[in-house]
T-cell receptor, first 112, second 115 residues
Framework: GAVVSQHPSWVICKSGTSVKIECRSL??????MFWYRQFPKQSLMLMAT?????????EQGVEKDKFLINHASLTLSTLTVTSAHPEDSSFYIC????????FGPGTRLLVL | QKEVEQNSGPLSVPEGAIASLNCTYS??????FFWYRQYSGKSPELIMS????GDKEDGRFTAQLNKASQYVSLLIRDSQPSDSATYLC???????????????FGQGTILTVHP
């Protein structure tokens, strides 16, 4: 399967700060990547579709000004959680698609 | 009604038995179906994909798809303790007859294989 990396793998930050998460497609170029969030004991919830060279498409209920997505190249998408609060603490997972979605290892965010 | 629904579980089977995981979906236009395995604290990994009616086998795993019944299942033969994980059913969302890659996930079924 395709290789997708994420960085960092975990991050702890203070409430009110911003956190950037990187997602890289390592062995193919991806015009589309996806960002998911998973709370404990729950399934994956799609947050947004990241489109290379254009604006991201956000799912209903996801604040686009809070979760900034940039897909500046065919191998890199970034998610920035702005002014993070404890309720944003979650497991953030990106995926890259080449007919089938392959997931990155995830980033665990803890906001104190 | 949930778009993708899995049997609630948790499911517990003895080592060597067959584990049967089920999933139903509501969008009749869905075209692609996937089973992912997720170990605790890890991200999902793809096990099987299936696109047409019938069975698809890969090693100890068999995916079954019945589009008329809007039903997809995963059978795990000779279950091993290492198969213990959460299994996620995912369906490709289709809009306007064109697939654009979005997946809708079921809530997952926790499988425990005990020695």
């Amino acid at each position: 399967g395709a290789v997708v990396s994420q960085h960092p793998s975990w991050v702890i930050c203070k409430s009110g700060t911003s956190v950037k998460i990187e997602c890289r497609s390592l062995d193919f170029q991806a015009t589309t990547m996806f960002w998911y969030r998973q709370f404990p004991k729950q399934s994956l919830m799609l947050m947004a579709t990241s489109n290379e060279g254009s604006k991201a498409t956000y799912e209903q209920g996801v604040e686009k000004d809070k979760f900034l997505i940039n897909h500046a190249s065919l191998t890199l998408s970034t998610l920035t959680v702005t002014s993070a609060h404890p309720e944003d603490s979650s497991f953030y997972i990106c995926s890259s698609t080449q007919e089938t979605q392959y997931f990155g290892p995830g980033t665990r965010l803890l906001v104190l | 009604q949930k778009e993708v629904e899995q049997n609630s579980g948790p499911l517990s089977v003895p080592e060597g038995a067959i584990a049967s995981l089920n999933c139903t979906y509501s969008d009749r236009g869905s075209q692609s179906f996937f089973w992912y395995r997720q170990y605790s604290g890890k991200s999902p990994e793809l096990i099987m994909s299936i696109y047409s009616n019938g069975d698809k086998e890969d090693g100890r795993f068999t995916a079954q798809l019945n589009k008329a019944s809007q039903y997809v299942s995963l059978l795990i033969r000779d279950s091993q303790p290492s198969d213990s994980a959460t299994y996620l059913c995912a369906v490709n969302t289709v809009a306007g007859g064109t697939s654009y890659g979005k997946l809708t996930f079921g809530q997952g079924t926790i499988l425990t294989v005990h020695p």
